[in-house]
């Protein structure tokens, strides 16, 4: 009777343990920050795309859209923690554009705010010359 008692109690244990380990879970975490954050959740497709598992730490993958467009405007990857036996967000990572068009761009154009390649560096190692090597600047008059 004892072994039975003690397997159960472990077989529960760890039952409860991974109960919170599922996108859904995290989904909700990160809902409940958006919306702290002050979007609008009910408008936005949100997916969880992928989550890596650490214990009571997990890193999620989301991808998020206008609702019904069928497009991921933005994917943001968020570092959570099991708190109180829930999902919180505790710090995310950089985002990268996925297609999306921004509000009054052509659909077929090129967005001037969707990041893109940096200006190029200057060839030579050339670098902006030290303030005291410049010419003095005269008044205008």
């Known amino acids: ?39 609008n ?3 936005m497709d949100i997916t969880v795309a992928g989550t890596k598992f650490n214990g009571n730490q997990a890193d999620a993958t989301v991808n998020m859209g206008v609702k019904g467009s069928g497009t991921t405007a933005m994917s ?8 109180d036996s829930k999902w919180v967000v505790v710090g ?23 990041g893109g390649a940096a200006p190029a ?9 030290a303030p005291e090597d410049l010419p003095p600047a005269g008044k205008k008059q």
């Open 76 to 83: 943001m990857t968020y570092h959570l923690e099991l708190k």
């Open 41 to 43: 959740v009910g408008g």
């Open 1 to 39: 009777m004892r072994i039975a008692s003690a397997i159960f109690l472990i077989a529960l244990l760890a039952g409860c343990k991974n109960a919170n380990q599922n996108n859904e879970a995290v989904r909700q975490g990160v809902l409940d920050y958006l919306q702290k954050a002050g979007l």
């Open 121 to 129: 560096a200057p060839q030579g190692g050339a670098r902006m010359p």
């Open 92 to 114: 995310k990572q950089g985002s990268d554009q996925h297609g999306a068009v921004a509000p009054g761009a052509a659909a077929g154009g090129e967005n001037p705010h969707a």
